[in-house]
């Protein structure tokens, strides 16, 4: 119990930063949605570089957090040495990605379709290259248990990226119709999106200066063997992570693709729009990662862990069910983060968040083929789910448009967790509380038909707002009577025992 709780901690620290983060992010949603007009295309721009930069974050740190938590955590092994060597993999790599990207920048951005616009395609590759070093330092400081600094510098980031997106977009706009001279200087209304691109080059890269401790005081060594040892095993991470990328962006990649013409670009950013507010899951399921691989890897060899992961799972399901309850019974009021223009793609916001619970419960899952170093098994499940899902895809966006995306992310991930569990109970087998798990899915199910069937659409905004909330206090009392009394909770939980 301990244990789990050492871990709802780091997980809470972790699930802060990344929930305000998110959530002063989503800020920039309205802002978009508002000052970027859904017809102009503009938000589907936006939509479509940012997952090729998802994907290549994957590539150009190639497995090497996960399989640093491996190595760093193996008896005999020095950690700093098997940090420096990362460091120093991940820091030459992302280098010559930037030499190659320069290079060849006119037949990369052709190829994307941004021929007019090929610094949109410089800023944000160099931008993705320092993300991706960056992600070592980040991970050493998860390592280290530092997790207030790690916080802080994620928010950091955010902070920044706010500010400067309200200047370039609110109030620099403001000044430059009355003082078009001076602020000029600083401010070209052609530029539009091209600015939240520079920005987000600029904040990343100062982060960069706050990681100094972490980059001195230990003796820089590429150790060889070390490497290679690493690199056996973080290769079939790439592939698990490029699959499991894809089954993120390979929407948002094949769409205007599939869909031809601005009015394709129109719908991505509809689509894109939409699928921000179902981000919550990915939220919970990122702060989950950021304190679990620590935890498991550093548990690895106790005893009782087995049934650690089977808890853990068991409360990673409830929580991730909460929120979307949370999600789905308070969407008249959550839509408002997205400008009017883009409600159509609305009807996404369930499926999409089903499909993130999915992907979490495989991320879970996914624990058994790493900790007996065999992670061959995710490359192949993970391959399996994007196949399913790139082809539902290409299939079906002709005529069904977005609806065919969320539901072939449900298809890819949904495919992926149920192999990962049918090979995990054979080769290394956890005694999951399933009829518990099923329990909280049936009740979850059933309260959020009841709010779509028995709650009428056209009732005032009030009074559907209460009936959810009577519908989602169903749920807790469930909670709280099963597996959550409210003595157990921190702080408050001593003024109920």
């Known amino acids: 119990m301990a244990n789990l709780k050492s871990l709802a901690k780091d997980t809470a620290i972790y699930g802060l930063s990344s929930i305000i983060g998110r959530f002063l992010n989503y800020l920039l949603v ?49 950690p700093m040495r098997v940090y420096s060597t990362t460091l120093i993999s991940v820091g030459a790599t992302s280098l010559a990605f930037i030499a190659l990207v320069l290079t060849f920048l006119t037949p990369i ?116 063997n070390l490497f290679k040892k690493m690199l056996s095993y973080s290769w079939p991470i790439l592939v698990l992570g490029i699959a499991g990328i894809l089954n993120q962006a390979a929407d948002k990649l094949i769409y205007p693709k599939v869909r031809l013409g601005q009015q394709g670009t129109v719908e991505l950013g509809i689509y894109g729009a939409a699928v921000k507010i179902a981000m919550i899951m990915a939220m919970i399921t990122q702060a989950f990662r950021y304190a679990y ?43 408002h983060i997205i400008g009017k223009d883009y409600w159509e793609g609305l009807k996404v916001v369930p499926i999409v968040m089903t499909a993130e619970i999915m992907m979490g419960v495989y991320f879970n899952l996914s624990f058994w083929y790493k900790l007996i170093d065999k992670t061959i098994w995710g490359a192949y499940f993970s391959g399996i789910g994007c196949i399913v899902l790139i082809a539902i895809n290409i299939i079906f966006i002709p005529e069904y448009g977005y609806m065919a995306c969320a539901w072939a992310g449900v298809a890819g991930y949904g495919t992926s967790m149920v192999l990962s569990y049918i090979v995990g109970q054979k080769k290394y087998p956890i005694n999951y509380p399933l009829k518990d798990i099923f329990c909280y899915v049936v009740l979850t199910a059933a309260i959020y038909a009841a709010s779509v069937y028995l709650v009428p659409a056209d009732w005032h905004i009030a009074a559907r707002l209460a009936c959810n909330t009577l519908l989602l206090m169903v749920f807790i009392a469930y909670l709280v009577k099963k597996d959550f009394p409210l003595k157990a909770l921190p702080v408050i939980g001593k003024f109920f025992k």
């Open 30 to 78: 309205p802002l978009y949605t508002a000052k970027i007009a859904a017809e102009s295309g503009g938000y589907g721009v936006i939509t479509n570089m940012y997952a090729y930069t998802a994907i290549l974050l994957v590539i150009l740190t190639y497995g090497m957090e996960t399989t640093f938590f491996r190595f760093a955590n193996k008896e005999g092994v020095d």
């Open 109 to 224: 951005a052709d190829f994307m379709g941004y021929s007019s616009h090929r610094h949109y395609v410089a800023i944000m590759f160099i931008c993705v290259a320092i993300d991706a070093f960056q992600c070592i330092p980040f991970v050493f400081l998860r390592f280290q248990k530092k997790a207030i600094k790690f916080a802080s510098l994620k928010l950091l980031f955010v902070f920044m990226n706010i500010l400067l997106n309200l200047l370039y977009f609110v109030w620099l706009p403001e000044l430059y119709k009355t003082h078009p001279d001076i602020v000029g200087q600083i401010y070209n209304p052609g530029v539009s999106v091209g600015y939240a691109f520079a920005i987000n080059l600029l904040c990343t890269a100062s982060i960069t200066v706050w990681f100094w401790p972490e980059l001195i005081g230990f003796k820089w060594v590429f150790d060889v």
């Open 293 to 335: 691989e620590p935890f498991v890897f550093g548990k690895s060899k106790d005893k009782d862990s087995r049934d650690t992961y089977a808890k853990a799972m068991k409360y990673f399901l409830i929580f991730t069910l909460l929120a979307f309850l949370c999600v789905m019974l308070y969407l008249d009021v959550i839509k």
